[in-house]
T-cell receptor, first 119, second 112 residues
Framework: GAVVSQHPSWVICKSGTSVKIECRSLDFQATTMFWYRQFPKQSLMLMATSNEGSKATYEQGVEKDKFLINHASLTLSTLTVTSAHPEDSSFYIC???????????????FGNGTRLTVT | AQKVTQAQTEISVVEKEDVTLDCVYETRDTTYYLFWYKQPPSGELVFLIRRNSFDEQNEISGRYSWNFQKSTSSFNFTITASQVVDSAVYFCALSNTGKLIFGQGTTLQVKP
């Protein structure tokens, strides 16, 4: 089946530093990847949609300068949390849509998530 | 506006009991898709089912079954003869543009 690898699984960083999270589609090409954020015991909130080779589309209220998204290839999207602060601590999950999917409503393939803790 | 509501925050059952997870959605679109995902403690989301708005047939897959009723905007999920391995957070989601709108999730605990 389609596999999405997210790295790292968890990361602890100091306030003020930047952290990069990678999302890779291992056995398929993904024209579109989505980044979600999940607070403890809460739902997943869509942060942005990234399309290969173009700028990401951010949801309302998400700071694009703080959460930098790059989708440089059909198998890799990265999310960089810049100048991280404790309130950025959260669980970040990416998902990818297979390039060969017949519908943009085809099931997405999710990564295992990255737990970010900012101290 | 689109919205998904899972009113049950937490459910606890004893193994072998049947359990139904409720999902109510709001949308003005005539074409849309509904999903259920499972999130075990490890964190990844596991796809369970997708339904489009034109297909109201109920579906059964092993111990899982889904009841889709457009008249009440509900897409409920039933686990029959629950097992400890079913313990997880279950999310209902709605999409018509490819972007998933998730409900708040229901934490299911199945006790041995």
């Amino acid at each position: 089946g389609a596999v999405v690898s997210q790295h790292p699984s968890w990361v602890i960083c100091k306030s003020g530093t930047s952290v990069k999270i990678e999302c890779r589609s291992l056995d398929f090409q993904a024209t579109t990847m989505f980044w979600y954020r999940q607070f403890p015991k809460q739902s997943l909130m869509l942060m942005a949609t990234s399309n290969e080779g173009s700028k990401a589309t951010y949801e309302q209220g998400v700071e694009k300068d703080k959460f930098l998204i790059n989708h440089a290839s059909l198998t890799l999207s990265t999310l960089t949390v810049t100048s991280a602060h404790p309130e950025d601590s959260s669980f970040y999950i990416c998902s990818a849509r297979d390039r060969t999917a017949t519908s943009y409503n085809s099931p997405l393939h999710f990564g295992n998530g990255t737990r970010l803790t900012v101290t | 506006a689109q919205k998904v509501t899972q009113a049950q925050t937490e459910i606890s059952v004893v193994e072998k009991e049947d359990v139904t997870l409720d999902c109510v959605y709001e949308t003005r679109d005539t074409t849309y898709y509904l999903f259920w995902y499972k999130q075990p403690p490890s964190g990844e989301l596991v796809f369970l089912i997708r339904r489009n708005s034109f297909d109201e047939q109920n579906e059964i897959s092993g111990r899982y079954s889904w009841n889709f009723q457009k008249s009440t905007s509900s897409f409920n999920f039933t686990i029959t003869a629950s097992q400890v391995v079913d313990s997880a957070v279950y999310f209902c989601a709605l999409s018509n543009t490819g972007k998933l709108i998730f409900g708040q999730g229901t934490t299911l605990q199945v006790k041995p």
